[in-house]
């Protein structure tokens, strides 16, 4: 990834879309065939002298055509005929975006396989389901993965949608107006490329498909810091349900030898802040003066290497973090069934009001004894429940037993299973 956001690579791609539009001017008979022949050979740069010759004109796009000029010679007369700047800046860069997503939809496509492959795995390892970070009811954690999968999904779908919506090219000249340019080089250009000529642009492809970029990015990012706090929530000692590999030779403090720490999916949720932080620097390059200032050249020149290379290595990370991560099915059924199984009190609930008491009555006794398991030191709920005459006046010891069982959590899970095609 960091290949593409080079001065090198930049400098390319811009050769790369004058050449096209050479290319394109020749086969609408606008540039004799030797001079082509002597583009095709010898257009080519380098970026130490054009930054050499940028010091002097102060202009990089000058630099860069002085440059590919002394390489070509005569010939270089041919070269953006009836362009503007950011008809290679522009064009250039939607180059960069596509091959940039590009490789970030081939990590998302291995992270997606590696939450696949764990989800089949754990579709019946039980584990308790929080709401406000406190114990709910039971779920499987490959229900959780599952849940991730489909973001993932999401996300990658985001992507797809976006390497086409970022594959956008022009040549349109100053103003986009087209005064002094045939938008058929614009047309056989782009195809050449490999892009799609702008609907309307104006000097400018307009900013509102860099922010997408951005935002999309950025979603994705929040996504994998949504995966890494569960992590580092399933991480803590006193959950220990899930755990971060930790390699031989590895410490985790200077101070505490015990110590291992979540420190890979902490670093993930420390860059997604990264990547956010960058959306409102996109949403405002979008408000550019009439059809073009350069207001949002500054900062894009850091924002998009920045987001594309950082997300990259999220997605890398965390895929790593998948792929090592330690599951620990003994303690999440501990951590189930603390005190005495007050996460089946629904199940309670609902035996006693199909046998006859009122829901509001049923509630508060149910109520009652989990509380009581709670606050007591060694509580037990179902102990409490089978100490409580009213509801052994509703319930036999079996129909109370039935309802400490996660058959019925997951018994429709199939439906999610069957969606996911896991």
């Known amino acids: 990834m960091g290949k593409i956001w080079t001065d090198q690579a930049k400098y390319q791609s811009w050769l790369d879309v004058e050449v096209a539009a050479c290319e394109a001017n020749y086969k609408l008979g606008r540039i004799p065939k030797e001079a082509m022949q002597e583009i095709r050979q010898k257009a080519a740069f380098d970026s130490e002298r054009i930054l050499q010759i940028e ?5 990089d796009v000058i630099a860069f055509l002085t440059n590919v000029n002394e390489y070509v010679g005569d010939s270089g007369r041919f070269i953006h005929v009836g362009m503007t700047s950011s008809d290679v800046l522009d064009t250039g860069l939607a180059l960069q975006l596509k091959a940039s997503t590009g490789l970030l939809l081939k990590e998302i496509k291995l992270l997606e396989k590696s939450i696949r492959s764990l989800a089949k795995i754990h579709k019946n390892t039980v584990m308790i389901g929080r709401s406000h970070a406190i114990h709910g ?3 499987t954690f490959g229900f959780k993965l599952a849940g991730w999968l489909a973001e993932i999904i999401r996300n990658s779908q985001r992507l797809e949608r976006l390497e086409k919506d970022i594959s956008i090219g022009q040549i349109s000249g100053a103003m986009g107006t087209y005064a002094n340019t045939d938008p058929e080089v614009e047309a056989l250009a782009c195809k050449e490329l490999g892009l799609i000529p702008d609907t309307a642009s104006t000097q400018v492809i307009s900013r509102d498909r860099h922010a997408d970029y951005v935002q999309t990015l950025a979603l994705i990012g929040a996504s994998l810091d949504r995966f890494a706090t569960e992590i580092r929530n399933l991480q803590r000692t006193d959950v220990l349900e899930v755990e971060e590999s930790f390699a031989k030779g590895q410490k985790g403090s200077s101070a505490m030898p015990h110590k291992r720490n ?11 802040r990264v990547l956010r932080s960058y959306v409102i620097a996109a949403l405002e390059n979008v408000s550019l003066w009439h059809e073009r200032d350069i207001s949002h050249s500054s900062n894009e020149r850091m924002m998009l290497p920045d987001v ?5 290595f999220m997605l890398r990370e965390m895929t790593e973090v998948i792929n090592g991560l330690g599951i620990y099915p003994k303690n999440m059924i501990r951590n189930m069934n603390l005190y005495g199984g007050v996460v089946f009190s629904q199940r309670v609930l609902l035996a006693l009001v199909k046998n006859g008491m009122l829901r509001e009555n ?29 509801v052994l006046d509703h319930l036999t010891e079996e129909q109370l037993e039935s309802c400490f069982t996660t058959e019925i959590h997951q018994s429709n899970l199939n439906v999610i299973w069957q969606r996911l095609d896991l």
């Open 362 to 390: 049923a509630y508060k006794i149910v109520q009652k004894n989990a509380h009581a398991a709670w606050n007591e030191e060694g509580g037990n709920f179902r102990r409490n429940l089978l100490s409580d005459s009213e």
């Open 262 to 272: 979540p420190i890979r999916s902490e670093r993930i949720s420390g860059l997604a």
């Open 137 to 139: 009811e039971p779920i």
């Open 55 to 59: 010091a002097e004109v102060r202009h």
């Open 308 to 312: 594309s290379i950082t997300l990259h």
